[in-house]
């Protein structure tokens, strides 16, 4: 059987009241902080939460990209681009174990107990000792302050032709969902300009 997310629990940040339903794959837009960037969406409400744990699952692949795609309103999906969406969450996936917990920043799955996060996101460039997901297990408010926090993000803003780099090497390892490459294709709108937050000064 596939494995595949699904909400672990309502800790710290959770607006889905959903039980046992997969995670969406990641849509990830140009305004991360808002919490497409560090939170997970399910596929029943498309509600947001924090933290996902990995389950075996009897779902086939194809539906669960179809239930995907079905959340985020697209109806000319194709059988084989819904294959390629879960696919790519299963490959994305393939570090973890049946019951880890799990969570999401800027592109990359991580688990929870992460240590020493170095990586170049989808839109910044991280280095954390501990990820806020975890630190805010003892203090809520970490996530808010942190990567809820536009000045975090553009502090940290990668050029654009990284910000490509790091899509296509995505892409590349099967990673980059249909449902994101139609996002992040050019010319597509993700957000309109009044989400960027202003640098302060």
Not at 49 to 58: K, N
Not at 70 to 91: H, K, N, P, V, Y
Request: with cysteine.
């Amino acid at each position: 059987m596939p494995k595949f997310l699904f909400k672990a629990n309502d800790d710290v940040i959770s607006h889905c009241s959903c039980i046992g339903e997969p995670a969406l794959s990641t849509g990830q837009l140009d305004c991360p902080w808002c919490g497409c960037g560090w939170l997970i969406c399910c596929s029943r409400c498309t509600k947001a939460f924090t933290y996902a744990v990995v389950r075996e699952t009897d779902i086939s692949l194809v539906e669960l990209g179809r239930r995907d795609a079905t959340a985020r309103g697209f109806t000319s999906i194709t059988d084989q681009e819904c294959a390629e969406l879960a696919t790519g969450m299963e490959r994305a996936l393939e570090p973890f174990r049946i019951g880890d917990l799990v969570v999401y920043l800027d592109g990359e799955y991580l688990a929870l107990d992460a240590k020493r996060v170095r990586f170049d996101g989808y839109f910044a460039a991280h280095d954390l000792d501990v990820l806020p997901h975890a630190e805010a297990l003892g203090d809520p408010e970490v996530l808010l302050r942190t990567l809820g926090d536009g000045a975090y993000w553009l502090d940290r803003e990668l050029p654009r032709s990284r910000v490509h780099d790091q899509i296509r090497r995505h892409a590349g390892r099967g990673q980059l969902s249909p449902v994101t490459r139609r996002l992040r294709a050019p010319g597509a709108r993700s957000r309109p300009r009044t989400c960027r937050p202003r640098r302060a000064g």
